[in-house]
Nanobody, 125 residues
Framework: VQLQASGGGLVQAGGSLRLSCVVSGLTFSRHVMAWFRQAPGKEREFVGGITWRNFITSYVDSVKGRFTISRDNANNTVYLQMNSLKPEDTANYYC???????????????????WGQGTLVTVSS
């Protein structure tokens, strides 16, 4: 199983980035996918997730209205569109997959079985 995240970079506050996570080695269309982030010195936190069945999404309050998760099951890819970025969004961003067939998005990182390597997002003020 491999989750390859990309798209991070340096952006000014108010700018946008789109992260991608290409997944291989599992039946992507049967997995809830999520993005987490970890800032220096802080714990990894849930950013948002998307179900595999109805593409239902869920977000942490701090990114609602600014971030959008989507998925392309034909290309085994999950995206995180980030708009109106703030310096406090600076972190390593990780994509993750739950076990196959699980229906619910979880905010608990321990419920995710597979992880990408992370892509760094830096937002300057």
């Amino acid at each position: 199983v491999q989750l390859q995240a990309s798209g991070g970079g340096l952006v000014q506050a108010g700018g946008s980035l789109r992260l991608s996570c290409v997944v291989s080695g599992l039946t992507f269309s049967r997995h809830v996918m999520a993005w987490f982030r970890q800032a220096p010195g802080k714990e990894r936190e849930f950013v948002g997730g998307i179900t595999w069945r109805n593409f239902i999404t869920s977000y942490v309050d701090s990114v609602k209205g600014r971030f959008t998760i989507s998925r392309d099951n034909a290309n085994n890819t999950v995206y995180l569109q980030m708009n109106s970025l703030k310096p406090e969004d600076t972190a390593n961003y990780y994509c993750a997959a739950r076990a196959p067939g699980m229906l619910q998005i979880s905010t608990d990182l321990n419920t995710y079985l597979s992880w990408g390597q992370g892509t760094l997002v830096t937002v300057s003020s």
